[in-house]
């Protein structure tokens, strides 16, 4: 294995071979380093991405792989990248492994780790019935029974984007509801329900979701339910290299997709509330000609 790279991508999903496929046409020595665990795993189908909508995830990372190893300065290595650090040339990663590769610049794109509550049930469901975006699935779930698992603002918010595709709604505080005397006037004109008691359990069915299980011994049936869950990034390195982070926790990038640390770019879920292949893409796509053009620069 080729050690030495002008390129390295932490993160081989959608924004990774989409950053890495730019850099092959141009020719770039790039290694992408991935760990095979994709954000959207659980998911059964993608869609609102045009020309693959309804399909696995795993068929269209399967086909983006296939194509960008068509393009011969571009190499993978299946692996879990645990360290990083700057060198004069540029940044050196090192695996859980061992293994250590160096590169000139580095993209991240590595997306974000969903920290679910520990309710029973609940991760069984995650990204089949309980689910994040209206975007990504909520037509799938059209006029059925929906429940969300949110307080606050992002109750609120899911609330107003799945009013359009439900007329059966309940907000599912799990204790205590926070809104406002304008937020409570709109939830009740729209005749949305809104329950403060804490849940205990998720009744289902291999991922399909039944019923509510609450702490009184009540339970509610649904068809689908939004849940607004924190998240995390799904790596530490950029922390370790000190790019910083916005306040809701995603990699701080300017418009063409630097960070914070010169030469350190990212793309995909890590650093966009927009979650979805399509932008994943997109991103990836912008970041691998950035950073041919940053190459460009230092060496025409």
Same mark, same amino acid.
């Given at each position: 294995?080729?050690?030495?790279?002008?390129?390295?991508?932490?993160?081989?999903?959608?924004?990774?071979?989409?950053?890495?496929?730019?850099?092959?046409?141009?020719?770039?020595?790039?290694?992408? +380093?991935?760990?095979?665990?994709?954000?959207?795993?659980?998911?059964?189908?993608?869609?609102?991405?045009?020309?693959?909508?309804?399909?696995?995830?795993?068929? &269209?990372?399967?086909?983006?792989?296939?194509?960008?190893?068509?393009?011969?300065?571009?190499?993978? =290595?299946?692996?879990?990248?645990?360290?990083?650090?700057?060198?004069?040339?540029?940044?050196?990663?090192?695996?859980?492994?061992?293994?250590?590769?160096?590169?000139?610049?580095? +993209?991240?794109?590595?997306?974000?780790?969903?920290?679910? @509550?520990?309710?029973?049930?609940?991760?069984?469901?995650?990204?089949?019935?309980?689910?994040?975006? @209206?975007?990504?699935?909520?037509?799938?779930?059209?006029?059925?029974?929906?429940? +969300?698992?949110?307080?606050?603002?992002?109750?609120?918010?899911?609330?107003?984007?799945?009013?359009?595709?439900?007329?059966?709604?309940?907000?599912?505080?799990?204790?205590?509801?926070?809104?406002?005397?304008?937020?409570?006037?709109?939830?009740?004109?729209?005749? &949305?329900?809104?329950?403060? +008691?804490?849940?205990?359990?998720?009744?289902?069915?291999?991922?399909?979701?039944?019923?509510?299980?609450?702490?009184?011994?009540?339970?509610?049936?649904?068809?689908?339910?939004?849940?607004?869950?924190?998240?995390?990034? =799904?790596?530490?390195?950029?922390?370790?290299?000190?790019?910083?982070?916005?306040?809701?926790?995603?990699?701080?990038?300017? @418009?063409?997709?630097?960070?914070?640390?010169?030469?350190?770019?990212?793309?995909?879920?890590?650093?966009?509330?927009?979650?979805?292949?399509?932008?994943?893409?997109?991103?990836?796509?912008?970041?691998?000609?950035?950073?041919?053009?940053?190459?460009?620069?230092? =060496?025409?």
């Amino acid at each position: 294995m080729i050690k030495e790279f002008e390129v390295l991508i932490i993160g081989g999903s959608y924004a990774g071979l989409s950053a890495a496929m730019a850099l092959g046409r141009s020719l770039r020595k790039v290694l992408v +380093i991935d760990n095979g665990q994709p954000c959207n795993r659980f998911t059964p189908h993608s869609h609102n991405f045009i020309t693959h909508d309804g399909e696995a995830p795993a068929t &269209i990372s399967q086909k983006a792989r296939e194509q960008v190893e068509q393009y011969d300065t571009v190499h993978f =290595h299946q692996g879990l990248a645990t360290e990083g650090k700057k060198t004069e040339a540029g940044f050196e990663i090192k695996t859980q492994a061992g293994e250590v590769f160096l590169g000139k610049k580095l +993209i991240f794109a590595t997306g974000i780790r969903d920290l679910l @509550p520990d309710i029973p049930g609940l991760a069984a469901c995650w990204g089949k019935t309980v689910i994040h975006c @209206p975007y990504c699935h909520g037509y799938e779930f059209r006029q059925q029974k929906t429940g +969300i698992f949110a307080n606050g603002q992002r109750a609120f918010h899911l609330a107003s984007m799945v009013n359009n595709l439900t007329g059966d709604l309940t907000v599912l505080t799990n204790g205590k509801a926070d809104f406002d005397a304008a937020q409570w006037e709109k939830l009740r004109r729209h005749h &949305i329900e809104v329950i403060e +008691i804490e849940i205990t359990t998720i009744e289902q069915e291999e991922g399909q979701i039944k019923a509510v299980v609450f702490v009184d011994g009540n339970r509610m049936g649904f068809e689908a339910a939004y849940a607004a869950v924190p998240f995390a990034q =799904h790596s530490e390195i950029p922390a370790l290299l000190g790019c910083e982070l916005t306040e809701l926790g995603y990699l701080k990038v300017s @418009p063409f997709q630097q960070t914070t640390v010169e030469g350190v770019f990212a793309c995909g879920d890590n650093s966009s509330m927009m979650r979805s292949v399509a932008n994943a893409v997109a991103t990836g796509n912008l970041t691998g000609a950035v950073v041919n053009g940053s190459l460009v620069e230092e =060496h025409f």
